[in-house]
């Protein structure tokens, strides 16, 4: 049983951290130390230097390292970020591209190849939009500055055509035409521009039809423990668990509220209600029954990729205590 453990978490700032943060929302047994850092820092951070006992992680690196020996993080099925991410596809508009089968043979820079933006993106664009994943050239540089190296450990496999662009960002290169497209989880600060616009405009229906097609809101980050840790405190995951999600209902509660809105959306509560009409109204399900079969496509968009070489089950992700949630 935990007694007084403090426990030092990283996450990304949002509402459904804040709670937590605020003390509104507290994990029973620990004292929580917590840090709010932008995500590519974070996660650069801690996969160096493994400052956080519990972090807001990449799902596509939580199950690469399911398959190191010592499978150092334990996650819970909390998911702080979704993304349908058909946003997220940025093109030249020199090159005649208007629909991903056009991305054929066309240079996409990616930034990290694992990350859970371009896992998805390659996977639905060839189940659902005839563009195999093998098909384009994945160009590697850093968004908005050239990269100097990894900033973690990356992973290119051999199945895919890969180039690597030192000398400027992903963000100039699309402009200037030499690269077609990027997958990406934040726009580029050359868009909107003369040479640079987003493959969907308008990306909503598009998104729209994937979720009614597949019923898959895509997760892009877990949260995970260290599993020494965890495996010392019995408990910690589910005390873990228990928190975040209640810290996700205030997150909904507040949004519903419209005596004083909490972000700048005017229609902050009509938003809600458009999105739980379209979406259900547990759109941003937590547990692990509720994201089996998101888990299980994201386990098979990761082998396809070759990113992982054990096609996983669910159940492998998470303790035994987690598999009743």
Known sequence: MMADLVLKIGVSDSDRTRPLASGE???PGVTADITFMGVQALFNKQLTEHTFDCCEFPLGTYLRMLERPD???LAVPVFPSRHFRFSCVFVNTTKGIKTPADLAGKRIGVSVFDMAA???LRGIFEDHYGLPRTA???VAGGLEVPR???EHPQFYPDRFRHEERLDKSLAVLLAEGEIDAIYTARAPSTW???TVARLYEDPMPVELDYFKRSGVFPAMHVIAIKRPLAEANPGLSTAVFDAFSRAQ???RA???DSAALCTMLPWQLEHLLAAEKRLGPDYWPVGFAKNRTMLELTIRYMHEDGLISTVFKPEDLFDAAMLTT
Do not use: C, M, S
């Open 71 to 73: 499978r150092p993080y």
């Open 136 to 138: 384009p050239i994945y």
């Open 118 to 120: 371009a896992v998805w």
């Open 25 to 27: 929302v507290a994990i």
């Open 254 to 256: 507040q949004l519903f």
């Open 148 to 150: 100097t190296g990894d």
């Open 249 to 251: 209902q205030v997150a």
């Open 192 to 194: 909107p521009g003369p």
